[in-house]
C-alpha cells in the first residue's frame, strides 16, 4: 500500500503485478471519504453475442503519480492482453474535492468497427459520514429546480437529466456532507446504491456474471436485496456502456465533495 | 486501516491451507472443484488496524456455485463460508489448462500450421452457456498467429473440452 499525501487528500493505493490500481482508505481535509474504490473487471459484448470478460491487470505492477495543476494523478496501464487490449487507468484528485476515475479503452480489441460495447463497471465504497450514516439521493423533477429526494431502496438509479449535471449525491445528513456524483457524456451511465455487505465486498475482486453489469442476474443487482440506502453504509456502482465507435475512449464518473 | 496491500507468496498457501481444511470447505474440494481467486480483504467494516485477512474463492464446477472463504492471516482461522452470487475471473491454471486444451484441438491446430499460438484467455459467456443445467463455465482461447489471423476456441471447462472454434465473423453476426 503507498500513501499519497498532497494537494489536501491521504490516498492510499495498490498495485502488484498482475493487479489492478485499487483505491484503500482515502482522507479529505482530514475526514475519511473513501473506503475502497476499484473497477474489479471489463466486459466486452460484441454483436454477435460473444461476450467475454477482461480482467484489469497491470504486467509492470507499478502505477505513475503525476502532479497536475491544483492536484494529482495516479495512473496504470492494464496491459495484460497486449497493445490491442490496452486499457488505462487513471485517479485524479484536486484540492477542492473534486476526484474521479477514469478507463480509457484504447481499443480496438478483435474488431474497430463498431460492432463491441464495453460495459465497465466501478466501485466506490465511500464513507461521507465516517460512521454508517450515509444517505444516497437523486435529483428529481421538476426541472430546472430539481430538487434532491431520497432514493428508499437499493437498485439501479438513472440520471433524469443531463449527465453533466450532478444527479446523484451521498449525504451525511447531521453534518451536510456530501459526495456528488455525475456521469460522463457519452457513458450511458448508471449508477447502482447498495448497503454495504460484506459479501459484496469480498466477490470485488472481479467477481461477474454472464449477463453484462448493470442486467438483472448479474453485478450489482445479484447483491440488491431491497435494503435501505438511507442512514447507512452505502457503496455505489456506477457502470458506464459504452460503444467501441469512438476508436479511443474514456469513461468514469466525478464526484466532488461538499461540506468537508 | 485494514491491511489490503498485496499478499506475499507464504500468505497465498496458508490461505489455502486453511480454507482447505474448514469442515464447510473439505466436502467441495472433494467434489471437482479449484480455488481460483486469493486476495486481500477486510472481515468487515470495523476490524483493527493490524487485521490481516484474505478471501479465497472456490469454484465447484459440478454444481456452478462459487465460494467465497475468508481466512484470518494472523490468529490462522476461517473466519466466514459464503456461497458468492458471481463467477470469479479465470485462475492462471484454468487459462492454462483452456489453452492446453485448445492445442490440442485439430481444427486449431489445422489453423495454426506449426505457428506459435500466442494465446489470450478469458472468462466467455457463449450464448448457448445456459443449456445445461446446472450452466458451466467456459474460457474462450484467442488463438493469435499473427497481426491480422484470429480464432476463438471456446473451451467448456466443465467437460474439459474445446467445443467450438469460431473464425472473425462469430463476433459481429447479428
Redesign the interface.
Known sequence: MTLISQSNWDVNYFISPNSDLRLGNCDYNGTRVIYAASVPFIYVNYSGGFAFTDVVESSSGSADVRDIANGFDIRAAYDFYGSSYLYEHIWRFYDDGQFGSTIIVHGPGVDHNDNHIYHVPFRYDLDVSGASGDSFQRRFLPFPFAPWANVPQEGRVLPLFPPTLFNWRLLDTATGKRAMIRAREGDNGEIWALQYSSLEAWTSWGGGQSAPPGSPGSVPAVYDNNQSVQNTDVVLWYIAHIPSANLITGCGPSLKLLGF | ??????LEAEEIDLAVRLSSEDDRVRGVLQRRSRTV?V?P?????KEPDDARHA?V?IYNYETNQ?L?V?VDLRAQEVR?V?E???????SREEKREAEELATGDERVRGFLQGRDMRP?T??????T??KDDP?HRYA?V?VLPSDTE?R?AVVDLTDRQVVDV?G???????
Open positions: 486501516m485494514p491491511n489490503l496491500a498485496p481467486l486476495e480483504t477486510a472481515l468487515d467494516r478471501v474463492g462459487s467465497a475468508v466466514a459464503e458468492a452470487p458471481v463467477q470469479f475471473q479465470l489470450l478469458r472468462l466467455f459467456f457463449p450464448a452457456a445456459g450452466p474462450v484467442f484470429r476463438f469460431l472473425p465473423e462469430a463476433l459481429t453476426v447479428e
